[in-house]
C-alpha cells in the first residue's frame, strides 16, 4: 500500500523561507514532486524530480524553490524561499510509481502573509 506523508507548512511572512519534506513508502517511485491548490483554483505542479535528479519546476518558482530527494530513504523535500503572498496554497506531495500510478498525499497548508 503507497503511503505519503508530509510534514513542514506553516505559517510565514513574505520574503521568508518554508521546507516541506515527504516521506513514501510502498513502491520503488520514478518520479516524486509537489502541487499546490489554491482556494478556488485548480491544483497545479510546483516541481517534479525524477529518481535521476532531472527536475522541472513551474515558472512561477523558478529561482525562488528548489526541490531534492533522496532515493534511499525515499523521500523528497520542497525548499522554499523568497515566498510571496501568491505562494499560499494547500501543498501536495506527489509520486508516481514505475507502473505509472499515481499517489498524493493529504496536504500540508502552506500560507504566506503580506
Known amino acids: 500500500q503507497v503511503q505519503l506523508v508530509e510534514s513542514g507548512g506553516g505559517l510565514v511572512q513574505a520574503g521568508g523561507s518554508l521546507r516541506l519534506s515527504c516521506a513514501a513508502s510502498?513502491?520503488?517511485?520514478?518520479?516524486m514532486g509537489w502541487y499546490r491548490q489554491a482556494p478556488g483554483k485548480q491544483r497545479e505542479l510546483v516541481t517534479t524530480?525524477?529518481?535521476?535528479?532531472?527536475?522541472n519546476y513551474a515558472d512561477s518558482v523558478k529561482g525562488r524553490f528548489t526541490i531534492s530527494r533522496d532515493n534511499a530513504k525515499n523521500t523528497v523535500a520542497l525548499q522554499m524561499n523568497s515566498l510571496k503572498p501568491e505562494d499560499t496554497a494547500v501543498y501536495y506531495c506527489?509520486?508516481?510509481?514505475?507502473?505509472?500510478?499515481?499517489?498524493w498525499g493529504q496536504g500540508t497548508q502552506v500560507t504566506v502573509s503580506s
Open positions: 510502498g513502491s520503488i517511485f520514478s518520479v
Open positions: 506527489y509520486a508516481q510509481d514505475v507502473l505509472k500510478y499515481d499517489s
Open positions: 524530480i525524477s529518481r535521476g535528479a532531472r527536475t
